[in-house]
């Protein structure tokens, strides 16, 4: 079982609640504790970066696991980032950008 997506956890949410820490090791594995040490994070709000972005994998279900080396935030193509290097929001008008989330990447194995 994989979930995936955006969880809307911020990074003060899970200094306070340990929410994707309560996870690991337990129920689920989580992408960016598993992997992605280099990331930023997957959204920049209130002047800080966020995984609000991320993949779970049910521990336990099956012999698949990620591989920790190829877990990372897509953050490559120009219209994807601004000048500052954080998520560029679609603008309709100047058909300009793609998110404000980037995506974050994960490979699998058993």
Same mark, same amino acid.
């Given at each position: 079982?994989?979930?995936?997506?955006?969880?809307?956890?911020?990074?003060?949410?899970?200094?306070?609640?340990?929410?994707?820490?309560?996870?690991?090791?337990?129920?689920?594995?989580?992408?960016?504790?598993?992997?992605?040490?280099?990331?930023?994070?997957?959204?920049?709000?209130?002047?800080?970066?966020?995984?609000? /972005?991320n993949i779970l994998?049910?521990?336990?279900?099956?012999?698949?696991?990620?591989?920790?080396?190829?877990?990372?935030?897509?953050?490559?193509?120009?219209?994807?980032?601004? /000048?500052?290097?954080?998520?560029?929001?679609?603008?309709?008008?100047?058909?300009?950008?793609?998110?404000?989330?980037?995506?974050?990447?994960?490979?699998?194995?058993?």
């Amino acid at each position: 079982m994989i979930a995936a997506g955006d969880f809307n956890v911020s990074r003060l949410e899970e200094r306070k609640f340990s929410i994707y820490r309560a996870l690991l090791g337990s129920t689920w594995q989580v992408a960016t504790g598993m992997g992605c040490d280099e990331c930023k994070g997957t959204e920049y709000y209130r002047n800080m970066w966020s995984f609000l /972005d991320n993949i779970l994998l049910k521990s336990n279900s099956s012999h698949w696991h990620f591989v920790e080396k190829d877990i990372y935030v897509a953050a490559k193509a120009p219209s994807q980032i601004d /000048d500052y290097g954080r998520p560029r929001r679609f603008d309709a008008e100047k058909l300009e950008g793609v998110s404000d989330h980037l995506p974050i990447v994960a490979t699998f194995a058993n």
